[in-house]
T-cell receptor
Framework: DAGITQSPRHKVTETGTPVTLRCHQT?????MYWYRQDPGHGLRLIHY???????DKGEVSDGYSVSRSKTEDFLLTLESATSSQTSVYFC?????????????FGPGTRLTVL | AQSVTQLGSHVSVSEGALVLLRCNYS??????LFWYVQYPNQGLQLLLK??????LVKGINGFEAEFKKSETSFHLTKPSAHMSDAAEYFC??????????????FGTGTRLTIIP
């Protein structure tokens, strides 16, 4: 298994509070991704990173920000959590940006916003 | 933009029976295609992928998928279902290009139940 950990694994928070999710990898892969998984939608890309301090938006980026100060860590922040952001969040990594390259997924973080 | 459609959000098969999970893609140019599996409370794991080499792709755990351009399909099969195959399966697609891994687009998933 690819060395990807996510923390926390579960979190319950209240509307309006900030939340930061962490993804840590030990594979030294350049590319990292944040997805959210919701019933009936599959996985949707929130943000991705193509290197330290290099990030870009995905399909559902509104309300989220990211940072990557080290190769191994990719942080996802909800500045002011809303109930619509209740979801399961997955981090993924890939060695390259080539379209056929495999993305490896972390175990996920289940976030509940009350 | 490319997309995939998974027919059937829930599929039930008896243990030992054929597993067939359907995936159709929409793209003017044949894309790269993937099948991922997600076991309960876990992340996604790659089963197999098609990257324009052989049209019949063999994956892990006895699964295989066949790319059919004429039908724009990439259905996943396994000859004999095991109880351990119970999981959710996702078909995914990226465009056929040198870049664009961030454009990996997932279907809505098919939950496979195995009946003892």
């Amino acid at each position: 298994d690819a060395g990807i950990t996510q923390s926390p694994r579960h979190k319950v928070t209240e509307t309006g509070t900030p939340v930061t999710l962490r993804c840590h990898q030990t594979e030294n892969h350049r590319y990292m991704y944040w997805y959210r998984q919701d019933p009936g939608h599959g996985l949707r890309l929130i943000h991705y990173s193509y290197g330290v301090k290099d990030t870009d938006k995905g399909e559902v980026s509104d309300g989220y920000s990211v940072s990557r100060s080290k190769t191994e860590d990719f942080l996802l922040t909800l500045e002011s959590a809303t109930s619509s952001q209740t979801s399961v969040y997955f981090c993924a990594i890939s060695e390259s940006q080539l379209a056929g390259d495999t993305q490896y997924f972390g175990p996920g973080t289940r976030l509940t916003v009350l | 933009a490319q997309s995939v459609t998974q027919l059937g959000s829930h599929v039930s098969v008896s243990e030992g029976a054929l597993v067939l999970l359907r995936c159709n893609y929409s793209s003017s140019v044949p894309p790269y295609l993937f099948w991922y599996v997600q076991y309960p409370n876990q992340g996604l794991q790659l089963l197999l992928k098609y990257t324009s080499a052989a049209t019949l792709v063999k994956g892990i755990n006895g699964f295989e998928a066949e790319f059919k351009k004429s039908e724009t399909s990439f259905h996943l099969t396994k000859p004999s279902a095991h109880m351990s195959d119970a999981a959710e399966y996702f078909c995914a697609v990226t465009p056929l290009s040198n870049f664009g891994n961030e454009k990996l687009t997932f279907g809505t998933g098919t939950r496979l139940t195995i009946i003892p």
